[in-house]
């Protein structure tokens, strides 16, 4: 049995995984993500997808980070991609600004995907 979209709770609030599907996007839809409290591990099971980077070098700069949900969104800036299929998986750290779901090319696919978001030791 196939495991349905949604959250799940693999070992409390140090890993959760969340069942994605969903049909890619453009680029110029939300801004990028970065995360404090989990990192990412992100893995395609079917469809492709477009992941793109930004390496920040202080979180600090980004005004606006949502502590209750470990979220900050900030405009565009891409310094590289992911290029994401089944077989081939992004490990995304604090730091590591990402925007994730997007079109590899112009036509949207839809995609099925396990997100695991592993607590990072306090620092």
Known sequence: ????????????ENCRLF???????????????LHTKYTDLQIVLGGIETCYIDFVNDQNAYPGYDEEADLCLYPHQVD??????????????????HLPQRRYGDTPVHVEKLLFKLRNAPA
């Open 1 to 12: 049995m196939a495991l349905p979209a949604g959250r799940y709770d693999v070992d409390g």
């Open 80 to 97: 590289g991609r992911i290029i994401l299929y089944p077989g081939v998986f992004a490990l995304l750290e604090p730091n590591d600004g």
């Open 19 to 33: 069942k994605q599907s969903f049909d890619s996007k453009p680029i110029d839809e939300k801004g990028f993500e």
